[in-house]
């Protein structure tokens, strides 16, 4: 491996194998689960309480591993996120040698730069949920139910997509885009026993691309200032 990077681990690589298998897993769940059940009462009061409950009161700072699958096999790494409060986040990723890739978020605005390729990433809402952050796509949903999983916060996004996250009491546990019926993309966390601000894991599954995404939490450091802005303001790409 190359020289290491601050937040990175010597003696860690990244493999690719040629296994396909997961793909078939990935084809067979991409039927939408029930997506109806009794109606909350009051969608956006229960989609306030969530996004009150899902902010971390401070900064942090967050180690993960990573890994990355598409029709050519996985990719590991591990990886760095920063966060501050409400939603500001950026993960750097790291891979062989001296590759790697930026991640910030801010608002619902995505920017990524690096050397890391063939990497797919989801969009911003599953990346703010993959750290268990909800960040909706718009200030009410157009409405909520509940099924055995859990509420359900239905949003409308563009193109006749639904965007349905799943609570299960503070908690978000489930991200999931729905076209006329057929899951496009699905995110599922995690969380360790007991209060925990943070998942400790979560496996994101685009069924179009089709790939996967899967991260686990190793550890979390919560900081006493917050990180400067411009760590968070990664350039355009032209």
Known sequence: ????????????????????????????????????????????????????????????????????????GPTRGEGVGRYNPPDSLRLDLFGVGDASMAVALAGDGLRSLGTLENVQLPPAAFLYATAGLFIPPASVPARGFRTEQGDVLVYDVPNGVERRYVVRGDRLVQVEDVLDGRT???????????????????????????????WSLDEVTNENERYPAEIFDLPVRG
């Open 1 to 72: 491996m190359g020289r290491r990077r601050p937040g990175s681990r010597s003696g860690k690589r990244v493999v690719r194998t040629g296994s396909l298998a997961w793909l078939t897993l990935l084809a067979a769940g991409c039927a939408a689960r029930a997506a109806s059940g009794p109606p909350l009462e009051d969608p956006a009061s229960a989609a306030h309480d969530l996004a009150m409950a899902s902010v971390p009161s401070g900064p942090a700072r967050l180690s993960f591993h990573w890994e990355y699958s598409d029709r050519r």
């Open 184 to 214: 496009l993309r699905r995110l599922e966390l995690s969380w360790p026993d007991g209060p925990a601000r943070w998942p400790s894991g979560a496996e994101y599954k685009d069924l179009v691309t089709p790939s996967r995404a899967r």
